[in-house]
């Protein structure tokens, strides 16, 4: 036996238009396509765009990566605004914008070197950061004067790798950043 969906000449054909994706997330675009034809067999048997919209109501669905500060790929729930001014600078490749996230005096350790001041951090985030990817994996712990953060960074022409970076902060500068790798 088989099904023959039913068409309703008088039923009239809406269009619905779903924004383009940048990388969705493993599983979502399956998740979508199996709601999708979820939504198309609810509909198939309507007469009407009101059983076509109540159909569609039902099924909420988000595509998209959860980015909190609404403007960065990097950005993962609760990171410190003074951490977060840092890793979109790395992934918006500004190098002025990274510079002033640090206090004048502000310190980089990178795993057993130190950098200090911004001079020193420029040279070394113009020679061996700018051009990477950082994204927030996770707030590891949360301090009153800043937080630890599980990053994936990614050097240019690398896979990259995780890693902890540890944020001190003073006002809305940071003062060091811990960055130790695993």
Known sequence: MRIQPVHRPS???RIVSVP???R???GT??????????????????????AVRAAADRITVDLAPASP???????????????QAYVDAVNARDLDALVTSFARDG????????????????????????????RVVSV??????????LVHWAPSGSSGWRAHYDFTVRGERI?????QYA
Do not use: F, M, Y
């Open 175 to 179: 003062v060091k950043a811990d960055l």
């Open 69 to 83: 500060s609404g403007t960065s790929p990097g950005a993962a729930t609760g990171v410190a605004a003074a951490a």
């Open 11 to 13: 039923a009239r054909r």
């Open 29 to 50: 675009v399956t998740t979508a396509l199996l709601l999708a034809g979820a939504l198309a067999v609810s509909a198939c048997g309507a007469g009407s765009d009101d």
């Open 107 to 134: 310190e980089i350790v990178d795993v057993r070197r130190s950098i200090r001041g911004h001079d020193a951090i420029r040279a070394w985030a113009d020679n061996e950061v700018i051009g990477g990817t950082l």
């Open 20 to 22: 383009r994706l940048r």
């Open 140 to 149: 590891v712990e949360n301090r009153a004067d800043g937080q630890r953060l």
């Open 24 to 26: 969705p997330a493993a």
